[in-house]
C-alpha cells in the first residue's frame, strides 16, 4: 500500500461529491412530485388565469377596464371587505380566547382522555357544513332550543335575535373553525418538556407567570399556525354567512354569488374573485412576515 492510499481524502473532493448527491436528491424528489406539480397547475392556476382574463371582460365580451372600475368605486365592495374582515377577525378571535384553554386542558390530560375528548372535538368535521350550519339555525331562532332555554330560567322576558344577524353567522364559523385553531395549539402543547415547567415552577413562577413566560412562547408555533387557518379560511365562508346571516351580513362571497344569480355578470363577478384573492394573499404575506419577525425577535433573544 503506498503513501498515496493512506492520504485522507481532499475536502474540496467530499464537498463537491456531497453536492453531487444533494442534487440527485433533489431531482429525483422533484421528479416524484411533477404528477402533483402538473395537477395544481392544470385544475388550480388555470381557472384562476381564465377568471383574470374574465375580469377585463364586458357583458359583450370586449376587453375592458369597467368591471375593475366600478368594483373599486363602490361602496358595496368596501363594504363587502370590512364584513369579511370582520367576520375573519371575530372568528380568530372567539377562537383564540375559547380555543387556548381548551388546548391547554387536552395537553394537561392524561392521553387516554384526552384522546376521547379529540374525538368529541373532531366531530363536527365529520358532519357536512350545510347540517350543521342548519343545525344553529333551528338552535338560534327566536322560537328555538336556545331562546326558550334562556326564557325558561328568567335570563331573557323575550326572544334574543340570534339568528339573521352578525352574532348567528359568528356563532357558526366559530363552530366549524374551533377544532382546526385547537389541534395545531394542543399538537404545539404537547410537545412541551414538563422538565421546563417544573423548573419554572421551581424557581417561584406562579402558574399565570408560567403560561406566560414558559408554556406560550414554546407553543407559538402552533398557536401561529392555528390563527393563520382560521383567519385565511374564513376569507371565503359562504354557506355559514349565507345562512345564519339572512341577508344581513354580506362578505366577499355572497356578493360573488349574487352578481351571478342576479345580474349573470361574469365579469363583475371574476374582479370580486380576483379581489378576493388579492385579500387571503395579502393576509398570508403579512402573517408570514409577522412570523418572520418574531422569529427573529426570538432568536435574538435566545
Known amino acids: 500500500m503506498t503513501h498515496a492510499d493512506l492520504a485522507p481524502p481532499n475536502v474540496d473532493t467530499v464537498a463537491a461529491g ?15 412530485s411533477l404528477p402533483a406539480l402538473v395537477l395544481v397547475g392544470l385544475c388550480a392556476m388555470l381557472p384562476i388565469l381564465w377568471i383574470l382574463r374574465q375580469s377585463f371582460l364586458s357583458l359583450r365580451g370586449s376587453y375592458t377596464l369597467a368591471n375593475w372600475e366600478n368594483l373599486l368605486t363602490s361602496d358595496l365592495t368596501w363594504r363587502a371587505i370590512w364584513s369579511t374582515v ?11 380566547i375559547l380555543g387556548l384553554p ?32 342548519y ?11 336556545v331562546n326558550q332555554g334562556l326564557q325558561g330560567i328568567g335570563l331573557t322576558d323575550e326572544p334574543l335575535a340570534l339568528v339573521y344577524n352578525f352574532t348567528g353567522t359568528l356563532i357558526g364559523m366559530v363552530h366549524f373553525m374551533l377544532p382546526l385553531f385547537v389541534l395545531p395549539t394542543y399538537a404545539a402543547l ?45 376569507l371565503g365562508f359562504f354557506i355559514t354567512p349565507a ?15 349574487r352578481t351571478l344569480s342576479t345580474f349573470q355578470n361574469w365579469g363583475a363577478a371574476s374582479a370580486l374573485g380576483i379581489l378576493l384573492l388579492l385579500l387571503v394573499a395579502l ?19 435566545a
Not at 456531497?18 to 416524484?32: G, I, K, P, T, V
Not at 370582520?86 to 383564540?96: H, I, M, P
Not at 381548551?102 to 347540517?131: D, F, G, H, Y
Not at 339555525?137 to 322560537?143: A, H, I, K
Request: one cysteine or more; aromatic letters at 4%.
Open 86 to 96: 370582520e367576520l375573519s377577525a371575530g372568528t380568530l378571535a372567539l377562537c383564540f
Open 190 to 234: 404537547r410537545d412541551i418538556d414538563h422538565n421546563t415547567i417544573r423548573a419554572s415552577a421551581s424557581m417561584g413562577a406562579s402558574l399565570p407567570r408560567t403560561l406566560v413566560s414558559v408554556v406560550l412562547p414554546l407553543a407559538a408555533g402552533g398557536i401561529r399556525s392555528g390563527a393563520t387557518i382560521v383567519f385565511i379560511y374564513t
Open 135 to 145: 343545525g344553529w339555525l333551528v338552535l338560534l331562532r327566536r322560537d328555538g332550543l
Open 102 to 133: 381548551l388546548a391547554l386542558a387536552l395537553a394537561s390530560a392524561p392521553q387516554k382522555l384526552a384522546n376521547r375528548l379529540l374525538i368529541l372535538l373532531m366531530l363536527p368535521l365529520w358532519t357536512p357544513i350545510l347540517v350543521r350550519t
Open 243 to 257: 345562512i345564519l346571516g339572512g341577508g344581513q351580513v354580506n362578505p366577499i362571497a355572497i356578493r360573488i354569488e
Open 18 to 32: 456531497l453536492r453531487r448527491d444533494l442534487q440527485r436528491e433533489n431531482a429525483f424528489f422533484l421528479s416524484l
Open 283 to 301: 393576509t398570508a404575506a403579512m402573517l408570514l412576515c409577522l412570523r418572520h419577525l418574531l422569529s427573529r425577535k426570538e432568536r435574538r433573544h
